[in-house]
């Protein structure tokens, strides 16, 4: 059965923006130089997030409605939103459950079993997780989507305010690509600021879910292709209001292939002293491949930080799996 979910509107954007104040301190964003880019580049590190990623804006402003209801919450996650919701219904005192595929990465199961939650491993891609949490749902608990949700979405728009108040609006913002709900965020939340922002979203070519629902016009599946960005990878949830959201507010979507995503993480380890995930890695991998129509000083949204120690040894050493 397709869920229906709404759009959040300003208003929701404004209270998700109060909670996530109260509840998050900003995160940084600082200027470096990348091969081949002119100029500086900005990096968001979100990757300085309490849980490691950009995830636990939208699931503090979610767990925040489920506590007004009394009710426990379920999602599914590669990771980074079941370490998100975790940590949100901690502060906030309520149960949840998170469901993870069985292929997930396994720094970010470790990070989940530190957390008190129920934590369930089912299925072998994200889209089983998925099915198996909208099932248990139904026995009572409020469903927190990683992306499609409206208030989950409205939590991720709180980046685009930081980013303006940090770096201003006249940037170039290169976000990542997965289910849609950062770049839907994003691109509502500076719908409200005004200013000449470019967007530009980037997908891991392996898993082009959001580009092929905004081509066709509709939610469509595809392959999906192992990927070091395993937080971008996935199918839709059918009726997903992401492409929607993303369709004539952003300037474009761009693929990485698994080679550009490699160098990245290689990059931004050894030049910038940043540890990046697969995930996080890619609108570097976009800019240092030109991939990214400029029009202001580009700022990179570096999503997360977790990414198993001996993958990332491979890659430092050459290695992309």
């Given at each position: 059965m397709t869920r229906h979910v709404e759009l959040p509107s300003a208003a929701d954007i404004e209270a998700a923006r109060q909670l996530v104040v109260e509840q998050l301190a900003p995160t940084p964003t600082v200027?470096?130089?990348?091969?081949?880019?002119?100029?500086?580049?900005?990096?968001?590190?979100?990757?300085?997030?309490?849980?490691?990623?950009?995830?636990?804006?939208?699931?503090?402003?979610?767990?925040?409605?489920?506590?007004?209801?009394?009710?426990?919450?379920?999602?599914?996650?590669?990771?980074?939103?079941?370490?998100?919701?975790?940590?949100?219904?901690?502060?906030?005192?309520?149960?949840?459950?998170?469901?993870?595929?069985?292929?997930?990465?396994?720094?970010?199961?470790?990070?989940?079993?530190?957390?008190?939650?129920?934590?369930?491993?089912?299925?072998?891609?994200?889209?089983?997780?998925?099915?198996?949490?909208?099932?248990?749902?139904?026995?009572?608990?409020?469903?927190?989507?990683?992306?499609?949700?409206?208030?989950?979405?409205?939590?991720?728009?709180?980046?685009?305010?930081?980013?303006?108040?940090?770096?201003?609006?006249?940037?170039?913002?290169?976000?990542?690509?997965?289910?849609?709900?950062?770049?839907?965020?994003?691109?509502?939340?500076?719908?409200?600021?005004?200013?000449?922002?470019?967007?530009?979203?980037?997908?891991?070519?392996?898993?082009?879910?959001?580009?092929?629902?905004?081509?066709?016009?509709?939610?469509?599946p595809v392959p999906i292709a192992p990927t070091l960005a395993d937080g971008l990878a996935g199918n839709l949830e059918p009726g997903a209001v992401t492409p929607d959201a993303i369709r004539g507010r952003v300037h474009g979507i761009v693929p990485v292939d698994e080679e550009a995503i490699a160098d990245a993480i290689r990059l931004l380890a050894t030049e910038c002293g940043v540890v990046a995930e697969g995930a996080a890695a890619v609108g570097v991998a976009a800019l240092v491949r030109g991939a990214v129509p400029l029009d202001g000083p580009p700022v990179a949204v570096i999503t997360g930080r977790h990414i198993a120690p001996d993958l990332l040894a491979r890659v430092l050493t050459g290695g992309r799996s």
């Open positions: 200027p470096v130089h990348l091969p081949g880019v002119d100029g500086e580049v900005w990096l968001k590190l979100e990757s300085f997030q309490p849980t490691g990623s950009f995830k636990v804006r939208g699931a503090l402003v979610a767990v925040a409605a489920a506590a007004e209801s009394g009710r426990p919450v379920v999602t599914a996650s590669a990771g980074n939103h079941g370490l998100g919701v975790a940590y949100a219904a901690g502060r906030l005192g309520v149960p949840a459950t998170v469901v993870v595929p069985t292929t997930a990465s396994p720094a970010k199961v470790d990070a989940l079993r530190r957390l008190d939650v129920e934590l369930v491993l089912h299925g072998d891609g994200y889209e089983h997780a998925e099915r198996h949490a909208l099932d248990r749902a139904e026995q009572g608990a409020v469903f927190v989507s990683a992306y499609n949700d409206r208030r989950v979405i409205a939590g991720q728009a709180t980046l685009a305010h930081e980013v303006v108040e940090q770096v201003g609006r006249a940037v170039t913002l290169v976000v990542p690509v997965g289910g849609g709900g950062l770049l839907a965020g994003v691109a509502l939340g500076l719908a409200g600021e005004g200013g000449p922002t470019r967007i530009v979203g980037v997908e891991a070519e392996a898993s082009p879910a959001v580009s092929a629902a905004i081509s066709a016009g509709r939610i469509v």
